[in-house]
């Protein structure tokens, strides 16, 4: 019995259900070497599912931009790009990295690539769809109700589920490791900058 329920407690650590925060896990960094996010008690952080061939890959500049100027005050970008939307991040991490560097001048930490749907899912990812479920795309707005329109043809239930719907889905990590908000790839970059801010204010 006790070997059960030691095995069935190793299976809930692994899937990222009895995570208590983002710090309880590890990652690959681009070298393929496990690094935990315990390394980033105390800061704050936003962590990005990212693609280079997506017509939001541009919001690699405004995630540079927001990482310039407050990484000083206790911001961290975690960025992992994720090949299962459309297919868009193709390649290694080493020419992702480049084609970043190169395009974006990104400074921020980029880790190797994951998957953050279906059995394939990261534990990270299964915990951070948790802890922040799909909120819906704005349909007042041009590109909102064009994602949702695209992804409703597909599955007309599809915002009744965690699961990240495309590149560029944000989540908010506050001090303790905790998430704070999710926001969609149409989600405005100056919302998502008033709520970093909010976050780092907090001691």
Same mark, same amino acid.
């Given at each position: 019995?006790?070997?059960? $329920? $030691?095995?069935? $407690?190793? &299976?809930?650590?692994?899937? !990222?259900?009895?995570? /208590?925060?983002?710090?309880?896990?590890? &990652?690959?960094?681009?070298?393929? *070497? *496990? &690094?935990?996010?315990? @390394?980033? /008690?105390?800061?704050?952080?936003?962590?990005?599912?990212?693609?280079?061939?997506?017509?939001?890959?541009?919001?690699?500049? #405004?995630?540079?931009?927001?990482?310039?100027?407050?990484? !000083?005050? !206790?911001?961290?970008?975690?960025?992992?790009?994720?090949?299962?939307?459309?297919?868009?991040?193709?390649?290694?991490?080493a020419?992702?990295?480049?084609?970043?560097?190169a395009?974006?001048?990104?400074?921020?930490?980029?880790?190797?690539?994951? *998957?953050v749907n279906?059995?394939?899912?990261?534990?990270?990812? &299964?915990?951070?769809?948790?802890?922040?479920?799909?909120? @819906?795309?704005?349909?007042?707005?041009?590109? @909102?109700?064009?994602?949702?329109?695209?992804?409703? /043809?597909?599955?007309?239930d599809?915002? +009744? +589920?965690?699961?990240?719907?495309?590149n560029?889905?944000?989540?908010?990590?506050?001090?303790?490791?905790?998430?704070?908000?999710?926001?969609?790839?149409?989600?405005?970059?100056?919302?998502?900058?008033?709520?970093?801010?909010? #976050?780092?204010?907090?001691?």
């Amino acid at each position: 019995m006790k070997k059960m $329920l $030691l095995s069935l $407690l190793a &299976v809930l650590c692994m899937t !990222g259900a009895a995570a /208590k925060s983002v710090y309880d896990f590890k &990652v690959k960094d681009m070298g393929g *070497e *496990e &690094v935990s996010l315990a @390394g980033y /008690k105390g800061k704050v952080m936003l962590i990005v599912n990212t693609a280079t061939r997506c017509g939001f890959t541009p919001q690699y500049k #405004e995630l540079e931009a927001l990482y310039k100027k407050y990484s !000083g005050e !206790g911001l961290e970008i975690l960025d992992f790009p994720c090949n299962q939307f459309g297919q868009q991040a193709p390649g290694s991490i080493a020419e992702i990295h480049q084609f970043c560097t190169a395009n974006y001048e990104i400074s921020f930490p980029q880790f190797d690539k994951i *998957e953050v749907n279906g059995e394939g899912a990261h534990p990270l990812y &299964v915990y951070l769809k948790s802890q922040a479920k799909f909120g @819906g795309f704005d349909t007042t707005d041009r590109t @909102g109700k064009m994602m949702d329109a695209m992804l409703r /043809k597909k599955d007309a239930d599809y915002d +009744k +589920k965690t699961d990240i719907k495309w590149n560029f889905t944000k989540f908010l990590i506050s001090r303790d490791g905790k998430v704070v908000k999710r926001y969609e790839p149409t989600d405005k970059m100056t919302d998502i900058e008033n709520d970093i801010k909010a #976050e780092l204010k907090k001691k």
